[in-house]
């Protein structure tokens, strides 16, 4: 039987994250650019699916609970994760090492020779 928290979904602990860098509810709506009531219902999906309350909300902002606490840290967990696979995965095709080239020196003069301070060029900007 499935349990609640085998719907969990990235999208709503990236909410949360952001919730708590910015402190507040509001704060983290603005930074999504989705309403306030939009990031408050999927906090509570989020709550729901973990079984407890993550923040408590007091005068000064937002209090990690115990649990949220334990939800941050394994967040930013994946959080990581994540950015070190999109960085894995897109310097997978660079280009790196030393490049050897033999040639006669009438093609390499003639010819090569622009082409390369072309190629030097375009490696600046890989």
Request: proline share 2%.
């Amino acid at each position: 039987m499935a349990r609640a928290i085998d719907h969990l979904d990235w999208d709503d602990l990236k909410l949360f994250l952001t919730v708590v860098r910015c402190k507040s509810v509001t704060g983290a709506a603005r930074e999504l650019k989705v309403s306030h009531s939009t990031v408050s219902r999927r906090l509570a999906r989020l709550e729901y699916t973990v079984g407890g309350a993550l923040v408590e909300r007091n005068p000064d902002g937002l209090l990690l609970t115990p649990a949220g606490l334990i939800t941050m840290r394994r967040a930013e967990e994946i959080e990581n994760g994540v950015n070190a696979l999109r960085s894995d995965v897109s310097n997978r095709d660079e280009i790196r090492g030393t490049v050897r080239l033999a040639t006669m020196e009438g093609i390499a003069t003639l010819y090569l020779s622009k082409r390369l301070v072309e190629l030097r060029e375009l490696a600046r900007f890989v």
